[in-house]
């Protein structure tokens, strides 16, 4: 446990002060007010509700713009025709007329006062739902790939054991169904028995016996804890950033032996704080299957007892593992469950699937997956998604599952049903998967402004823009079939998941992101920082030579690679030194592009003996402006291409002279501001560098004092 000497957060008083989950909450429940208290609010999340305010529409001397957020619990994504009819009515009756798919297979409802928050929660559990545990310091849903493939044993697996893990790690205190349907308890299917046994029994101090919730005590978790369950090769639930990821054995007959087991995964980060930082999940060991779930509660149970409960950001399993190491976790949950893990299981290379389309299930029945962009479901202009779902749903009581990357599959669909569901489709607007832009296809933002109370920058508005201008840059680079996977949020936190991406946008402030390249097309490799802080208006100045150097990379390889590979292969030393070269020729063919800077390193522009050029400028409308609130004790970023855009080289003279000094003109004619470079040695480099951390100044503006200084020498001694 912690040690008593040090001071917990606020939040454990909250909890261990709660009742399990009742007090505050309860009691302001009943009071007539817009809103929740701070700790009302933080008991609320455990029962699926976030609190939030429209930033959009606070008005100064008025009260917040207050309304909560809630979200479904669906373990593997699962939502019944009845639910689904009921979420869609209710988000007209109490929300703002839309639903969001999560990328954790849920639905999110936004827009319900604190008013009609009950009666909206009521709704949902009589309808086949529940919110219970959707948010809050404890197991979230639990994912699993969406596919519900019939004649896949291992797919059955997945989806049998997300729902009874799901189960095991639900509270029991009972101050849901207290609070929000007066006692009532829902109408739900027999648990299993094996899931009920196992929450009972104690192992090795893995439950409470004597606590309403056995497996989280007093406290719950230190926080939020994340499971996924997936099939070899099968990355559709992203397994690596899971803080617990389960893999299903087979063994030679087909039959289900065991579970390979990963641990530590987790993504969120604070901007500024190189403590905090993404993790990919390690590989623990194997379980078989009758050991399954106390192997869950043995590794539940050492997060709750050993996490950080003092510091919450540094509170995810992920930090416990980075700092213990993998053997030291290992054999504490080997404690608790009383036994070993087996060795981790081979395993093969896992891909990313996202379903879309038209499948046979296997039993003779189809289904079909529909692309929602960003994961909201609405009617807007020609696109009624929602319209179309609600017709389908209607029509032909079709379920449905949600994907981890936001989308919608519709199964159990009769053969006979396909025209009819595709008329509506057409329709109502909804595009095939093949006609809508793989960048588009494959890219994924969190709602950010103006609800999200962390929200810095903007993510689901602002990523159709900046996708659009991505793919008019590729097309102008000569790229037009070319796509990767693009992820944005507008914070640190990563709730889409941008360090997995190929090129990862996190928002650092209004209109500047942090730039994150080189993840894997399979989310299975974390991305890197290459940019600081880019204001979003040089997007196209930054990527341009990244592209033009991808593509030129690609003419010599016989097997095509992946953006974010290629970023991975060649280093972001390789990727600043190009950037740094490279001079926009926008008249010349792709080609010549390519052939002038075929040989990046041993341009006349870059040094070679390791000297880094250092951008200067005088003017103050630079195309390269050094952006505040980098994370650079210095303030900017000393290496080239950091600052958002890729310092432009010297232009040959050309008619009527130029040069290093020239103002000039680009070769589309309009006028460009200069940019002048002066190279220095590495040693003076380093020297600059250590003196700007220890004076907490630019290095930009002690290079410029230093050649202001020796030039008015000069003039004194003339």
Known sequence: MTPSSQKVSKVEGIKERSNYLREPLATELLEDTTHFSHDAYQILKFHGSYQQDNRENRVKGQEKDYQMMLRTRSPGGFIPPQLYL????????????????????????????????KTTIREIVHNMGSTLGACGDLNRNVMAPPAPFTNRFDYDCVRRYANNIADLLTPQSGAYYEIW??????????????????????????????????????????????????????????????????????????????????????????????????????????????????????????QRDYGNRVERRLSRMKYLIEDWGVEKFRETVEGYLGKKFEPFRPLPEFKYHDFLGWHDQGDGKLFYGISVENGRIHDRGSLQLKTALRRIVEAFNLPMLLTPHQNVLLYDIAPAQQRDIEQI??????????????????SMACPALPTCGLAIAEAERGIPGVLDRIRALLNQVGLPEEHFVVRMTGCPNGCARPYLAELGFVGKSPDAYQIWLGGSPHQTRLAETYIESLAIENLEATLE?????????????????????????????????????YSATPNASIQEMVNQYSSPVNSENVTTSGAEPIAASTSSESSAPVTSGSDSPTGETPAAGDSGVPPTPPTPPSGGGGGDDSEGEDASGSSRPPRRRINVSNEIYLQLKTEAERQGKPMSQLAGDAIDAFLKSLTEQA
Do not use: W
């Not at 489709?425 to 494959?442: A, F, H, N, S």
């Open 425 to 442: 489709l057409q329709e109502c607007g909804i595009k095939r998967e093949t006609e809508i832009d793989p960048l588009v296809r494959y």
């Open 545 to 581: 030579p990244l592209f033009v150097y991808f593509k030129q990379e690609q003419l010599h390889r016989v097997e095509p690679e992946s953006f974010g590979d290629f970023c991975h292969r060649v280093g972001f030393e390789a990727l600043r030194r190009f950037a740094a070269t």
């Open 86 to 117: 009921t979420l869609e009515r209710l988000s007209e009756e109490y929300g703002n007329h839309t639903l969001r798919v999560t990328n954790r297979q849920g639905f999110q409802m936004h827009g319900i006062l604190k008013k009609n928050l």
């Open 181 to 302: 349907l007066d006692g009532e308890k829902a109408i739900s299917g027999e648990e299993n028995p094996q899931v009920k046994e196992a929450r009972q029994r104690n192992g090795n101090g893995t439950i409470f016996s004597d606590s309403p919730d056995p497996i989280y005590g007093t406290q719950y978790l230190p926080r939020k804890f994340k499971i996924a369950i997936t099939v070899p090769g099968d990355n559709s639930v992203d397994i690596y950033s899971q803080d617990l990821g389960l893999v299903v054995i087979l063994d030679d007959a087909g039959q289900l032996s065991g579970f390979n087991v990963l641990a530590g995964g987790g993504l969120g980060r604070t901007h500024n704080k190189e403590e905090t930082f993404p993790r990919l999940a390690d590989p623990i060991g194997f379980v078989r299957k009758d050991d399954i779930y106390d192997a869950v509660k043995a590794i539940v149970a050492t």
